[in-house]
């Protein structure tokens, strides 16, 4: 079974508008980390934003936000007022405890495409 | 700032041929990935190591091995290229439970 899962392929958003991509996990371990990266045209990934499991607000980073809601095991990001160079793939991924190596785990990806 | 960089970014080789595609660190990190991006499959793991010698199966290891020769350099080996492990290979680094470094990647053609 998938442990992170984003179901959104794609995504299209109006510039200066806000944009949210989907993330939802699945972890029996009360510790993890939620992260989000961004990977443009260009290949590098970045890293965004990270929400621990025990963290207990919202994180954020500039535009970015992430609405965390644990009972339903989300961890949506949220790109307030969105530029053309947003334009980029954008990963969730978990590190939780499952065989003890607190590895990375990524999502399928969304492709958000922000328009003028 | 961590700098992770990938020997190539793009190559092209034959079915058959041995493959090595390196990685080297700036930061004295412990932890060293492998990664392989698909469409529509995101990444997903090949091998990581936590320490030099050291390595550990990820979730996608047949076909590939690697070695961690010294801290600073992690390898990924194609024994035998096939046309299936045409893909983009990332390289990533971290420390402890940090967020991942990832170097630029390669684009692997085997044809």
């Known amino acids: 079974a998938q442990k992170i899962t984003q179901t959104q392929p794609g995504m299209f958003v109006q510039e200066k508008e806000a944009v949210t991509l989907d993330c939802t996990y699945d972890t029996s371990d009360p510790s993890y980390g939620l992260f989000w990266y961004k990977q443009p045209s260009s290949g590098e990934m970045i890293f965004l934003i990270y929400q621990g499991s025990y963290d207990q607000q919202n994180a954020t980073e500039g535009r970015y936000s992430l609405n965390f809601q644990k009972a339903r095991k989300s961890a949506n990001l949220v790109i307030s007022a969105s530029q053309l160079g947003d334009s980029a793939m954008y990963f969730c991924?978990?590190?939780?405890?499952?065989?003890?190596?607190?590895?990375?785990?990524f999502g399928r990806g969304t492709s958000l495409i922000v328009h003028p | 700032d961590v700098k992770v960089t990938q020997s190539s970014r793009y190559l092209v080789k034959r079915t058959g041929e041995k493959v090595f595609l390196e990685c080297v660190q700036d930061m004295d990190h412990e932890n060293m990935f492998w990664y392989r991006q698909d469409p529509g499959l995101g990444l997903r793991l090949i091998y990581f190591s936590y320490d030099v010698k050291m390595k550990e199966k990820g979730d996608i290891p047949e076909g590939y091995s690697v070695s961690r020769e010294k801290k600073e350099r992690f390898s990924l080996i194609l024994e035998s290229a096939s046309t299936n492990q045409t893909s983009m290979y990332l390289c990533?680094?971290?420390?402890?439970?940090?967020?991942?470094?990832f170097g630029n990647g390669t684009r692997l053609t085997v044809t």
């Open positions: 991924a978990m590190r939780d405890g499952s065989g003890g190596s607190y590895i990375p785990t």
């Open positions: 990533a680094t971290r420390e402890y439970n940090s967020p991942l470094h």
